[in-house]
């Protein structure tokens, strides 16, 4: 007898186009790992990688295509004001269900939920945490110029002066801005404390912007311009990075994802490269912490198949042996709170215990976490004025105050 069943609707495949700047050696080894489990749980993943550290120019891509409809499945977003600006302007979805099923609110620290979830909803998928100022090393470099890792500023200058007799890079940069930001926040942090920059890099203040405390801080960008190669300009951070492994430089002040850098090149942590929080920010587990959270945000969206590729996205960038194997290549510690520590080495350790103890986890201006996009600009844009000109700190510190007063 013939039956007549009626057709099913197809199932979607879940399908995710994922928009990152994850390009380095190690990024890309650590978005593998999401990229491998999302594709052995059925999913169809479609790479769209915009070059570009920092992710400038891939958020620049990701919000003409959200504000023109055609946004991709995923994209990679700090945790941040800017993510809440989409989220306010309707241009996220969600993964509530999966967020519950998986009970983020209690295995993601509150900082994270605050930031992850918006409105009650959550428009994105943390990933990982940052921290932005630390020092990476070269330890046979350091050695050989008998040098100890400086843990002042005073000891940071007077090492480089040893390391540029003994023939080489005191400090290797990549001449973008959002590079000359990063050790700019991390001179700030360690001349000025916490407290400086909260006022100046959360509340704005144009006290602290503009005065003496700020000026002692480009006193030291003053310092730190003749301790770099003529080579900077337009190198890439994993470039300047590479530098450092290779042992032609011997320190980089710059986010720990720099670690899976080191790690991709066979280095050990405290064997070939050190691994400190930068100058005058202290030692873990009580160290000041410039923080960075990456996130794959879910931009709103139809196709039952994209749809379908944002949950299975959610559940596998959340699993914890995920969290942890990315973590591992790239640099960072989970966002999870629960991944059990014992597969990381000294330097995921050290970044731990810091966001479980530190006082002072402070927001990076990069990543928008503590101001908007366009003050972080305004000051990366003055930033990187003061490395490319002869001005003086007085005038460094002004043309700063005016940029973020001209910003809001
Ligand atoms: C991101 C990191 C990334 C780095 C360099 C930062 O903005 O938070 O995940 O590795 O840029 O590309």
Known sequence: MLLLVPALPALAEPTAEVLHWW?????????KVIADRFTESGGRWIDSPIAGGGGDAARTVAKTRMIGGKPPTIMQWHLGLSLRQLAESGLLGEVDAV??????????????VANAKIGGHYVTIPVDIHGENWLWTNSKVLAAAGV??????????????TLRAAGYIPLALGGQGWQQVI??????LGTGGPDFFRRAFVDLDAKALAGPEMVAVFAELRLIKGMIDPG????DWNEATNLVIQGKAAMQLMGDWAKGEFVASGLVPERDFG??????AGDAPRAAY???????????????????????MARTAMDPAVQRDFSLAKGSIPARNDVPQDAFDVC?????????ESKDLLPAIGSSMGIGAAEAGAITDAVSLFFARDMTPEDGAKALAAAVAGSR
């Open 290 to 312: 410039v923080v960075a959270a990456d996130s794959l945000a879910v931009p709103k969206l139809a196709d039952p198949a994209q749809r379908e590729g944002q949950i299975l």
């Open 275 to 280: 691994c400190d929080p930068s100058p005058g």
């Open 148 to 161: 100890a890792v400086p843990r002042s500023w005073a000891e940071f200058n007077a090492a480089a002066e």
């Open 232 to 235: 900077a300009s337009n190198r």
């Open 99 to 112: 967020a519950r099923d998986g009970k983020w609110d209690e295995v993601l620290p509150p900082l994270l």
């Open 348 to 356: 995921a350790q050290k970044a731990m215990a810091i966001v479980r």
């Open 183 to 188: 050790v700019f926040s991390a001179v700030a």
């Open 23 to 31: 390009t380095s050696g190690g990024e890309a080894r650590a978005l």
